[in-house]
């Protein structure tokens, strides 16, 4: 798989591996490219050049998009050379093209890791080991390092919120970047908050359920939505999703279709991808329309 300690060969078979899980640890850059691309030709020394200068802060990970058709289509290559900068197990940023050197210096650079957050994958190892308080006090001085970790915000944030401490969890969203905030992951956690903070007023699962089945109109959508809401925390989520597109099918434009969106919402949570979203996705389509 290496070949060199800065560049690796990688395909389908060990990419989850060699992208996906060293990204939690380092800025990994993927190349897709193919022997016969002139560009890529051209292109391909530059980025090795680079991250060798990097000395174990980004790594390059080539794959021959000849050979790897499967994972191309995954990350939706169009053209070669295709270079695509993973952190946290996700695609940050990209560039098509043989830029020149001073451009693809300046894109390493802007994607490098912040100041703490080896601190903050330290605390990742320690949610998974299941210390929490060590993993606290990591990504706190992880964020005094550095204000604008926004990607240690929002670890704390989950940590904050699997405790209980939802004020928390809500304060350390409040002060990530505006742009940090619409990604999807932030969005789910922030459909969380918000349904955990409604539950606290709905009514027992029994009183609802009877009154779906004696009311009508706004009564009945009202108990729907509060039903779902409590299935969703309870870790129901198909039922939570089928009762919300019973909804969309009988009282769609109940509060400005609040059904719809909250559908839309719980899709957040499960990262926007995935069975249950793509089968519900569908669903919801045919209800709307």
């Known amino acids: 798989m290496a070949v060199s300690g800065h560049v690796l060969e990688v395909n389908l078979g060990n990419f989850q591996e060699a992208v996906v899980g060293l990204s939690r640890k380092v800025l990994v850059l993927v190349d897709f490219w193919a022997p016969w691309c002139t560009p890529c030709r051209a292109l391909g020394p530059v980025l090795e050049k680079l991250a060798a200068e990097m000395d174990g802060a980004c790594v390059l990970a080539k ?6 058709a499967d994972l191309s289509r995954q990350y939706q290559v169009r053209g070669i050379p295709a270079v695509k ?6 695609v940050v940023d990209e560039f098509t093209g043989a830029l020149p050197e001073s451009a693809v210096r300046q894109f390493i650079k802007k994607n490098l890791p912040l100041p703490g957050d080896d601190l903050r994958v330290q605390a990742l190892d320690a949610i ?3 210390k929490a308080a060590e993993a606290e006090a990591l990504l706190k001085q992880a964020i005094s390092l550095n204000p604008r970790n926004d990607s240690a915000r929002l670890a704390l944030a989950h940590l904050a919120i699997q405790q209980g401490r939802h004020a928390d969890a809500q304060a350390q969203i409040d002060a990530m970047s505006p742009t940090f905030q619409m990604e999807t992951e932030v969005e789910g956690l922030k ?4 349904f955990t903070a409604a539950a606290r007023s709905i009514p027992p699962m029994t009183e609802l359920e009877a009154t779906i089945a004696s009311a009508n109109g706004d009564s009945r959508a009202q108990a729907m939505y509060q039903r779902s809401l409590l299935l969703l925390l309870q870790g129901q989520e198909e039922a939570a999703l089928d009762q919300l597109i019973g909804m969309v099918e009988r009282h769609k434009n109940y509060q400005d279709g609040l059904a719809r969106k909250t559908v839309l919402k719980i899709f957040a949570l499960q990262g926007n991808q995935g069975p249950l979203v793509e089968l519900y996705r569908t669903r919801l389509s045919r209800a709307l329309h």
Do not use: R
């Open 128 to 130: 998974a080991q299941g």
């Open 191 to 194: 459909a969380l908050l918000e």
């Open 85 to 90: 900068a993973f952190k946290d197990g996700k």
């Open 63 to 68: 794959v021959n998009s000849d050979e790897n």
